[in-house]
T-cell receptor, first 111, second 113 residues
Framework: NAGVTQTPKFRVLKTGQSMTLLCAQD?????MYWYRQDPGMGLRLIHY???????AKGEVPDGYNVSRLKKQNFLLGLESAAPSQTSVYFC??????????FGQGTRLTVV | ELKVEQNPLFLSMQEGKNYTIYCNYS?????LYWYRQDPGKSLESLFV?????AVKQEGRLMASLDTKARLSTLHITAAVHDLSATYFC?????????????FGTGTRLQVFP
């Protein structure tokens, strides 16, 4: 997980609340990604970014928004949390031909 | 759309035995990854396979890639308890502006005495 830090590590939300997950990297990577991991389903791509100021949708983007205002930070937002968004969220930094690293994960529970 | 299938989903094996995990994918790809994940932890990169016929080995694990068959295997030799974990394969879908890593569902491996 060298150089990729996710904040927070754990969070419990009530349905309808909002929150932002932060992924920070210090490796000057252009590419950053957000995944969610649910039991028995592997990791699924939510959104990704190929550089500062750019974002794009992945496999399961609904209910999430992202921003990449600074190259080192990739933010994942939940505007109105739902129980279906209970999951473990992983950020990945790198790729596109460079070595990539995962963050340590954020465990989110929506009640 | 790229799909990645892994089997088996669950594997219980005795120490000292050999076994193979399979990863099939549906479209052409330049790179295939194998990861290990321990409970409550992040993903640890095991292997990156870049070309047809590529074979990489680390300890009791050996990974291979057949791009023509769109198949990768992770072979476990003489399993030990420390190998108990969930193993994921992931395939790069290279697009015009980026690459997307598509994961298999994972194989949960338990090694018992």
């Amino acid at each position: 997980n060298a150089g990729v830090t996710q904040t927070p590590k754990f969070r419990v939300l009530k349905t309808g609340q909002s929150m932002t997950l932060l992924c920070a990297q210090d490796m000057n990577h252009e590419y950053m990604y957000w995944y969610r991991q649910d039991p028995g389903m592997g990791l699924r791509l939510i959104h990704y970014s190929v550089g500062e100021g750019t974002t794009a949708k992945g496999e399961v983007p609904d209910g999430y928004n992202v921003s990449r205002l600074k190259k080192q930070n990739f933010l994942l937002g939940l505007e109105s949390a739902a129980p279906s968004q209970t999951s473990v969220y992983f950020c990945r930094s790198g790729g596109g031909g460079t070595e990539a690293f995962f963050g340590q994960g954020t465990r989110l529970t929506v009640v | 759309e790229l799909k990645v299938e892994q089997n088996p989903l669950f594997l219980s094996m005795q120490e000292g035995k050999n076994y193979t995990i399979y990863c099939n994918y549906s479209t052409t790809s330049d790179r295939l990854y194998w990861y290990r994940q321990d409970p409550g932890k992040s993903l640890e990169s095991l292997f990156v396979l870049l070309s047809n016929g590529a074979v990489k080995q680390e300890g009791r694990l050996m990974a291979s890639l057949d791009t023509k068959a769109r198949l990768s295997t992770l072979h476990i030799t003489a399993a030990v308890h420390d190998l108990s974990a969930t193993y994921f394969c992931a395939v790069d879908q290279v697009l015009r502006d980026t690459d997307k890593l598509i994961f298999g569902t994972g194989t949960r491996l338990q090694v018992f005495p």
